[in-house]
């Protein structure tokens, strides 16, 4: 069974800069597994962020980016906001049939 | 502007089927994926399964044996049955385009 990892919660401070990462269990993360980066907030549905391991669409703020980075999918918050407080989900792809979940990282903004 | 609107049965005995249907407001209906995801209350979110709009399916192989997703290419909607249901299967239950626009979600509740 393929898991997908992410750090179950991190903590940063307004302005802070903050990497959150995506591991596969079945090796390192490359731009074939076409990334996908989710926010949700309560009550709200999941929003895309990135997608394509670092391709933002048009309503992604300028502070989130997406990389790879040590055989590992990241997304950097750089100066971050108290509306960032939220969960994080990433999403791999795998061979062309198969997408997984990380199990997602809530951040605090404090 | 696309938007997803989604509908279907939110309270179901257990073995009974799940159905769900998301129709599509705008934008084009080729060349996407158009999936499901579930999201258990208080939980992360799961990946169900996805079709294109030519009718070829991936589903998560823990699903596989229970689930269906179909589309209507002539209505511009897109289909979810999930058979054989379980108190395990309660979610919120969300369709996507491409992973990038999102239904607003169903709640489904399976309980006897």
């Known amino acids: 069974q393929t898991v997908v990892t992410q750090e179950p919660s991190l903590t940063v401070s307004p302005g802070g800069t903050v990497t959150l990462t995506c591991a596969s269990s079945t090796g390192a993360v490359t731009s074939g597994h076409y990334t996908n980066w989710f926010q949700q907030k309560p009550g709200q549905a999941p929003r895309s962020l990135i997608y394509s391991t670092s391709n933002k669409h048009s309503w992604t703020p300028a502070r989130f980016s997406g990389s790879l980075l040590g055989g590992k999918a990241a997304l950097t918050l750089s100066g971050v906001q108290p509306e960032d407080e939220a969960e994080y989900y990433c999403q791999l792809y795998y061979d062309g049939v198969l997408r997984v979940f990380g199990g997602g990282t809530k951040l605090t903004v404090l | 502007q696309v938007q997803l609107q989604q509908w279907g049965a939110g309270l179901l005995k257990p073995s009974e089927t799940l159905s769900l249907t998301c129709a599509v407001y705008?934008?084009?209906?080729?060349?996407?994926?158009w999936s499901w995801i579930r999201q258990p209350p208080g939980k992360g979110l799961e990946w169900i399964g996805e079709v294109t709009h030519t009718g070829s399916t991936n589903y998560n192989p823990s699903l596989e044996s229970r689930v269906t997703v179909s589309v209507d290419t002539s209505k511009r909607q897109f289909s979810l049955n999930l058979r054989s249901v379980t108190a395990a299967d309660t979610a919120l239950y969300y369709c996507a385009r491409s992973y990038t626009n999102w239904g607003q979600g169903t709640l489904v509740t399976v309980s006897s």
């Open positions: 705008g934008g084009s209906f080729s060349g996407y994926y």
